[in-house]
């Protein structure tokens, strides 16, 4: 079972929890239930040529408040725009393999808190429905039409996902149809579909990649809402990064449009980890651990030669996740450069002197460079910043050879210092391999938390942990903002001080960071510092 749900043994029966949405909201006579648009107009959605999206999608949000400024965002539930829906017993009830578990269903008021810090007068705040199995569900098991996709770029743990929702729709709900769409978005009506067993996929988690294939843009909402009713199917699981999910939200609210019952629900992936609000994305370990194999080869090159330099590209577009606890976790790191800290290369304090001062000293050094950092500067002479992919993101120049040509250049030219560099560049190697034992028990949770919240009739929500507890979140929460490295955070400073790098910051810019930008949920020292 997954971590929101008790699971001590005992050998009596089973104890329950009912959890009823349609007086979920009454219960308490101090809640107030409202509903909010997100948006004053509808927006509607502009494509660009290959058919990714561009604008913002109109949906409700479902706010509930309470006493001691308690906040709930609440996710859409089947029954809000489909009346007189009937119920049924979950068959967990009946499933042995927790006949002999004290199994308590979660309970109507069960909320997660997003903020776990806070000071004696503060407010509650906001939080999120947790996620787990309901005593009612709204689907029947013979009824179940599931369908499973992946898009965007490849995570260690696809496959995982996949696996796990499979068998646990088979193994704890009983249901026996499922589809696998081939190749993202346009495989719901350009691509055939696999049928999915837990024999089809009993070894899947121990490869790389996705077996249903994957692709960028694609995504014309008609014709995948057309396929999905055509086909029958009512539960779409959606697995792919903050694109993919407001792709899977502008599909929820075509398919609430249409008063289709099926639920829509979506499984964060980002190997960048700059999804917010959860407490990390699946793959984001397992990308960090691999990361130190190719800054183990680097240091070991640049020590074994003169004035040796390794420089390593690794993955972070927008956010410095990767090289920031890929750094940390190694200790053989000299200089972590990320996108969310800018640097300069010349003059006092720059890259260029840093790298002199080291050399001097230890004779080599280490450099991890996150693939976004430094674009601005890499654009003054390369314009080419507007393009984009599939979709709808920027095409980055690589900047591990721009910023290894450069040091070249300036100690071949400017300080007539013979230097020996060597640059590596992991990324496709990290994103193909298969995730680590930590990363599939992760996937498992979020692939058991996803099935519990859409047999209980929840849809239009993405599923991950916040402080450690799965909770169902609304898509808007999940692509309003990117999850980014805090640079005035106490991790950044813990790692500035394990590489003695400057901070390549203007102090006055530090004191206006500090004075307008609220700490974020960081990981490996809880979840959020003040």
């Known amino acids: 079972m997954d971590s929101s749900v008790s699971s001590s043994a005992s050998l009596f029966s089973p104890k329950f929890r009912c959890f009823d949405p349609s007086y979920a909201f009454t219960a308490a006579a101090h809640h107030k239930r409202s509903f909010v648009n997100s948006y004053p107009t509808p927006t509607p959605l502009a494509r660009n040529c290959n058919g990714s999206m561009t604008g913002s999608e109109n949906s409700e949000r479902k706010i509930v408040t309470g006493e001691a400024g308690y906040v709930l965002e609440d996710v859409p539930h089947l029954s809000d725009y489909i009346p007189d829906l009937p119920t049924y017993p979950n068959p967990l009830q009946d499933n042995p393999s927790y006949s002999v578990v004290k199994q308590y269903f979660v309970n109507f008021d069960d909320t997660v808190a997003q903020k776990i810090v806070v000071h004696k007068d503060s407010p509650r705040g906001i939080h999120f429905r947790r996620a787990g199995p309901r005593q009612k569900v709204y689907f029947e098991s013979d009824d179940v039409h599931a369908c499973i996709v992946t898009c965007g770029g490849l995570c260690p743990g696809l496959n995982t996902v996949i696996r796990e929702i499979v068998c646990g729709l088979y193994h704890m709900y009983g249901v026996h149809r499922i589809l696998g769409i081939e190749g993202g978005y346009r495989g719901f009506y350009a691509r055939n579909t696999i049928p999915l067993t837990p024999k089809v996929v009993n070894g899947i988690h121990k490869r790389g990649g996705t077996i249903l294939g994957t692709s960028r843009g ?40 249409r008063g289709l019952k099926v639920a829509v629900v979506g499984i964060p992936k980002t190997i960048d980890n700059d999804i917010p609000v959860i407490d990390k994305s699946f793959g984001f370990d397992t990308a960090f651990e691999e990361a130190q194999r190719a ?25 410095g996740f990767i090289a920031m606890y890929a750094t940390l976790a190694s200790r053989d790191v000299d200089c972590c450069l990320i996108p969310e800290s800018p640097f300069y290369l010349e003059g006092p304090g720059g890259l260029f002197e840093y790298i002199e001062k080291r050399l001097k000293e230890h004779g080599h050094m280490v450099i991890v460079i996150a693939e976004g950092a430094g674009q601005d500067i890499l654009s003054e002479s390369i314009r080419t910043m507007d393009q984009q992919d599939a979709s709808g993101n920027k095409l980055l120049q ?49 692939a058991h938390s996803a099935i519990h919240g859409a047999m209980a009739g929840y849809t239009g929500f993405t599923v991950g942990p916040v402080n450690g507890r799965h909770a169902y979140i609304p898509f808007y929460r999940i692509t309003e903002r990117q999850n980014k490295v805090v640079i005035t955070d106490r991790m950044w400073a813990r790692l500035l001080s394990s590489t003695n790098q400057p901070s390549f910051l203007d102090p006055k810019k530090i004191t206006s960071c500090q004075e307008t930008e609220e700490p974020e949920t960081q990981l490996l020292d809880g979840k959020i510092h003040a």
């Open 295 to 319: 800054i183990n080869a680097a240091h070991v090159e640049a020590e074994s030669i003169e004035n040796g330099i390794g420089v390593v590209k690794l993955m972070g577009r927008d956010s």
């Open 218 to 257: 694609g995504h014309d909402t008609s014709k995948i809402v057309d396929s999905i009713e055509d086909r029958g199917i009512n539960q779409v699981y959606i697995i792919g990064g903050d694109g993919t999910q407001r792709g899977a939200s502008v599909i929820f609210e075509e398919i609430r449009k």
């Open 398 to 446: 690589d900047v591990g050879l721009w910023i290894s040509r450069k040091i070249k250049d300036h100690f071949a030219k400017t300080k007539k210092m013979t230097i020996n560099l060597k640059y590596i560049d992991p990324t496709y190697m990290i994103r193909a391999i298969r995730s680590n034992a930590s990363d599939n028990v992760y996937c498992t949770l979020l």
